[in-house]
């Protein structure tokens, strides 16, 4: 199982980017702000290519202090959401003041450009992580119980972190950096 910090995911090829960590009541919240990238990073798995990330894109990510997922939000430079990618995760945690989690490898998406098409994937990872030793069977159930909870909430439009503002939570953190 792979520990990852929000400060270093979803950033391979990106040169310069601002970044922006508050701590709030229920979760921390990070804004990256993409300044420089090699190469955009388009997304193809639902079958049409959705450009997730380019210069002057951002990520907002949620961190739930007492859940086990972490909800990622793509959005392009007119701060539309593009798409959301929730990870299941066994923890969350602060290290160093920097948010983590241990990645249950089970992924959701939910590709705004694409219909709203949600996705499940990574099952594959998972099992292998269960047959490796990296996880436990335990984890299989935690991750598999974790993306039901979210499924329904996703369907009933519950989840508090989807259903938030995210253009203004970039607004909000953006400004703290300037």
């Known amino acids: 199982m792979k520990k990852k910090y929000i400060t270093e995911t979803y ?19 990070c804004v990256k702000y993409i300044k420089n990238i090699d190469e955009k990073y388009i997304s193809t798995h639902t079958g ?12 907002v990510e949620y961190v739930p202090i007492d859940e086990k997922y972490v909800v990622r939000v793509f959005m392009n430079e007119k701060k539309q959401v593009l798409q959301y990618y929730i990870d299941s995760t066994k923890e969350n945690g602060i290290e160093d003041d920097i948010p983590f ?30 047959k490796s030793n990296n996880a436990a069977p335990e984890d299989y159930i935690l991750a598999h119980n974790t993306i039901d909870y979210l ?28």
Request: hydrophobic share 35%.
């Open 11 to 29: 950033l391979k090829g990106v040169d310069d980017y601002d970044i922006k960590i508050i701590k709030e009541k229920d979760c921390y919240t």
């Open 48 to 59: 049409k290519d959705i450009c997730l990330l380019d210069n002057g894109y951002y990520i």
């Open 101 to 130: 989690y241990y990645d249950l490898y089970l992924d959701i998406t939910i590709d705004l450009l694409a219909d709203d098409v949600i996705t499940i994937f990574d099952e594959d990872e998972l099992i292998e992580a269960v």
């Open 151 to 178: 499924l329904k909430q996703i369907d009933n439009k519950e989840n508090k972190y989807i259903n938030r503002n995210h253009k203004e939570t970039v607004n909000k953190l953006m400004n703290k950096i300037k």
